[in-house]
């Protein structure tokens, strides 16, 4: 089955304990992304990767981390986490880095930070 | 810059009555625009694209959105509202000169009642 796969699914964790989200796509798709969703604010870019080496920044990559070395995973790393970045977290991978669409989302990560 | 504005927070209809849920864009080149849509505990899933070409855009589940121009709107539609389309609906656009960047608004709670 075609599909992104995020883990972990639900982490509680305490401010400044490191921690690797990981993302896995089966679609042999050239791009990826990860995103935030917060209530009011919608879905917030943090990174994204055109393709295998090649990551570029978002809308909010501080204080996250990430890296591209194989093509089908695209872990999200946050190296000192705080309570601001308690969120639900969504990756998402595409065939296309042209066009991007449609993006295939993950299942999703609630991350909450004491 | 790129941003994409959704006015209104929710969207009340009565099942059976057109649907219609707004966005509107700012880019500064030819812009790539989305829809997404997020069921209630589930993952976001791709409804349809505007790249290039006609103006009305047919995507899945029914929904069609119409692009415009001149008041840079990208307004999805469904004739005919159904209960199972109560969820929260997301636009999103890709600035024609920003490939991988892309933004989301904050999305319209879309609620359908028998």
């Known amino acids: 089955e075609a599909q992104v796969t995020q883990n972990p699914r639900y982490l509680i964790t305490v401010t400044g304990k490191k921690l690797t989200v990981t993302c896995s796509q089966n679609m042999n798709h050239e791009y990826m992304s990860w995103y935030r969703q917060d209530p009011g604010l919608g879905l917030r870019q943090i990174y994204y990767s055109m393709n295998v080496e090649v990551t570029d920044k978002g809308d909010v990559p501080e204080g996250y981390k990430v890296s591209r070395k194989e093509k089908r995973n695209f872990p999200l790393i946050l190296e000192s986490p705080s309570p601001n970045q308690t969120s639900l977290y969504f990756c998402?991978?595409?065939?296309?880095?042209?066009?991007?669409?449609?993006?295939?989302f993950g299942p999703g990560t609630r991350l909450l930070v004491l | 810059a790129q941003s994409v504005a959704q006015p209104e927070d929710q969207v009340n209809v009565a099942e059976g009555n057109p649907l219609t849920v707004k966005c509107t864009y700012s880019v500064s080149g030819n812009p790539y625009l989305f829809w997404y849509v997020q069921y209630p505990n589930r993952g976001l899933q791709f409804l349809l694209k505007y790249i290039t070409g006609d103006n009305l855009v047919k995507g899945s589940y029914g929904f069609e959105a119409e692009f415009n121009k001149s008041q840079t709107s990208f307004h999805l539609k469904k004739p005919s509202a159904l209960v199972s389309d109560s969820a929260l609906y997301f636009c999103a656009v890709r600035d024609g000169g920003s490939w991988g960047k892309l933004q989301f608004g904050a999305g319209t709670q879309v609620v359908v009642t028998p």
């Open positions: 998402a991978s595409s065939l296309s880095p042209v066009d991007l669409g449609p993006q295939y």
